[in-house]
């Protein structure tokens, strides 16, 4: 999870200008996923589908993540998923602070590495995230950034262990993964 937060903190300064102006996420070209493996060889992707954000004229970045728009590919599953391990919380959210004057130079065809520290939202807990971000600027009025590397969310750090030990009970899994892998596009507009 904290690797998420940075790595939306990361998109939020490609979306910088010079004139600061405020950028908006783009919900339908942005994502979030990340992956889990059951009974130690089946491996699933699964990722939110609804995010909306900003980066304001002072750096603060926002991204909120609509819990209910999990998708597993599974109805059963996204059910469980929710009520056992997000207790249905209705939002995620990342957050944190960019230097927008390091984004001013970037053209479109740009591209650049930026490390973004964050904290993740999730259930009432904070986490610290680290990410590395490849953030392009699209045109003039676009910018995305995706993970650069994987982030490897613990459960017990994003304070749904127990959520996922409920999981393994009502699906009759020997076990699921306590570590998944985390990858976000997020696309800025203005």
Not at 1 to 26: E, V
């Amino acid at each position: 999870m904290k690797n998420t937060l940075r790595a939306l903190g990361g998109l939020a300064l490609l979306a910088a200008s010079p004139a600061h102006a405020d950028w908006s996420l783009s919900s339908d070209e942005s994502q979030v996923a990340f992956a889990s493996i059951k009974k130690d060889t089946v491996g699933e992707v699964h990722h939110f589908s609804e995010l909306s954000g900003s980066v304001d004229a002072e750096g603060n970045v926002t991204v909120d993540i609509a819990v209910a728009s999990l998708e597993t590919w599974i109805d059963i599953r996204n059910e469980r998923m929710l009520k056992a391990v997000l207790n249905a919380s209705p939002t995620a959210t990342l957050s944190g602070k960019v230097d927008l004057d390091a984004m001013e130079k970037m053209k479109p065809g740009d591209t650049e590495l930026v490390d973004i520290d964050g904290t993740l939202t999730l259930n009432g807990t904070d986490m610290d995230v680290d990410v590395s971000l490849f953030v392009a600027r699209l045109t003039d009025d676009k910018m995305m950034a995706v993970t650069d590397e994987m982030i490897m969310l613990s459960t017990e750090d994003a304070g749904i262990d127990e959520g996922v030990s409920t999981l393994m009970k009502l699906a009759d899994l020997p076990g699921i993964t306590r570590v998944s892998p985390v990858t976000l596009r997020l696309v800025f507009t203005r």
